[in-house]
């Protein structure tokens, strides 16, 4: 898969001496849509996502995960972590406010970050996402498809 022809692709330094990936595209002037990517994958734009969003003004920004490609690992680091990356990534493109999504194992991502940046999340959905593991009253398999089912 490669990107759109138009991403701007920099790095964004995060705390601790850490730096993420960070790829934008569409309007720069649009609001951001922060997009979490699914588990393995990277942040790279896809094409249609970012038709999509600029069709609708919206400026897709996606960060590489720690650990992933270009992007400093963090030891120790929970899903919930993902929010104070995030929002240093809205700083560094101007956004006091934006939206997020994630697909996969982006989702739970961008759950976090609506939980915990309350005031700057603007909304948030999340595109075939698993759920919580060992939530009660929960079986976790129902929906998977049977290669999903095998491979867990």
């Known amino acids: ?3 759109p022809d138009d ?3 920099f790095r964004v330094e995060v705390g601790g001496g850490r730096m993420l990936e960070v790829r934008a595209a569409g309007p720069a002037d649009g609001i951001p849509l922060i997009a979490h990517h699914g588990t393995p994958s990277i ?5 249609p996502y970012v038709a999509t969003a600029a069709s609708r003004g919206l400026q897709l920004v996606t960060a590489t995960r720690p650990g992933y490609a270009g992007s400093t690992r963090d030891p120790g680091r929970t899903v919930a972590s993902c929010a104070a990356d995030t929002a240093a990534v809205a700083d560094a493109v101007g956004a006091e ?3 997020v999504t994630g ?3 982006g989702g739970p991502h961008a759950l976090a970050c609506a939980a915990l940046l309350p005031d700057r999340v603007i909304s948030a959905a999340c595109i075939g996402t698993p759920a919580p593991y060992g939530a009660e009253g929960l ?4 929906g998977m498809g049977e290669g999903n089912i ?3």
């Open 1 to 3: 898969m490669t990107a």
């Open 7 to 9: 991403v701007r692709t």
């Open 97 to 99: 406010r934006f939206y």
């Open 150 to 152: 095998v491979e867990f």
């Open 103 to 105: 697909q996969s194992g």
């Open 139 to 142: 079986d976790w398999l129902d």
């Open 43 to 47: 942040g790279l734009p896809f094409g």
